[in-house]
């Protein structure tokens, strides 16, 4: 896709799939806020570079909030989108064939219908950073894209996408009388070093969200919280193939909705009612309320809910409570394993488990080479605040102190 193609044009094509999208070469006048947050130096020792905070808006249509995103961080979504395997060697390779067109239409179709304004934010997106619509797409869809990328030998561990989209992540959340908090590794792929940023949205409603976001991706994959007093984390799960809808609606697409929930029940509300392609580990979080949930889903709107209390309750990245066949997922076992090894009667504690490495080939805080911890969040319900870690959380350095409300 190039712009010379797509001028003047109210849709664009790409091996037979038609997306709709407004074209503006010119930049829209910049209305709000444009301010970036200073961010405070990481430990030496790591290779990530300073997390940077974009404030945003308020923004009267979501074509422009993602415009000024895309805008911002224009460098590094063209980066992750140059130096991303996944997408380079698998995902824009598919696209071409002519395989991949009634499976990206699909669910082009299917997310723009259910979340226009999201839909329109992506669009928004690759227009400012300057990267190609089918790139942007590709990014935010690749788990309800590479399950279905034909594979020359296709194993029972290798049936889902999980072995070729690398991100695993660990979390502790407890509530009881001296404390409820939940705690969360960020873990991904090490070409993702250097390429996440946090956008703090104002919304034309008046109010607000903060998301730690994936270079080109919507806000959030990975965890964030809103001025309604709810917050949330992210696990990823390994549902096998059979389990997986082709064409549903994307993950990505459902954790921007839930920035905008305004209360527990509207929050389950929102990912429970959506078809979801491939299924999700949610963590809720409810300031107001002192509320702390863990909710798994799967495709055909199937859905468990459990609410967290006095015993610490570890999520890694396997199913734990909703019925639904799955890979088995050996770093995944060997965490869970671990953490349940480890006391969690406090704060300190529970950073501790996340700062564990005793496991060398499966360590709950990962070094590389293939999996890096990015940060670690911790979410302080009483204090109501949420605290971003760059190195191992047991050092306890923070180089965000966040308000929730």
Known sequence: LTRASCAGADEVSFQGVTCPIRIRWRSPPVRGRDKVGAAMEMDSSSK?????????????????????????????????????????????????TPQAEPLIQAICSANRQRFPAHWEELLGTAEGSGVPVLHIILLNFRK??????????????????????????????????????AAHNE?????????TYLVRARLPNGASFTAYTYAGELPSC????????????????????????????????ISRDLL?????????????????????????VDVISRRILNVETASKNRFSIHEVGKTPFFHANMYLHLQVEQVQDENSISRQRRAAQLSAESKSAVLSILGDSADEKYPIYMTGPTLYTLCTAL??????????????????????????C
């Open 48 to 96: 990530a570079a300073a997390l940077e905070l974009f404030d945003v808006g308020p923004c009267e249509e979501p074509f422009r909030l993602g415009y000024l995103v895309g805008r911002k961080f224009s460098s590094m979504i063209q980066s992750r989108a140059a130096a991303d395997l996944v997408l380079q060697r698998q995902l824009l390779p598919f696209a071409r």
């Open 144 to 181: 309800e894209i590479l399950p279905f990328i034909p594979k020359e030998e296709t194993t029972p561990q290798k049936e889902a996408a999980a072995d070729d989209d690398d991100d695993d992540c660990s979390d502790v959340l407890v509530v009881n009388d001296s404390m409820a908090i």
């Open 187 to 195: 873990d991904a792929n090490t070409a993702l070093l250097g390429h």
């Open 222 to 253: 990975a965890f964030g919280f809103n001025s309604n007093g709810i917050a949330f984390t992210l696990n990823s799960v390994p549902p096998r193939l059979e389990e997986i809808i082709a064409g549903g609606i994307g993950r990505n697409l």
């Open 260 to 284: 905008e929930a305004t209360s527990l029940e509207d929050s389950l509300d929102r990912i429970c009612s959506c078809n979801t392609a491939v299924g999700h580990s949610y963590n809720l």
């Open 379 to 404: 979410i302080d319900v009483d204090e109501r605040t949420v605290s971003i870690l760059q190195c191992n959380p047991k050092k306890g350095d923070v180089s965000y102190m966040l308000p929730i």
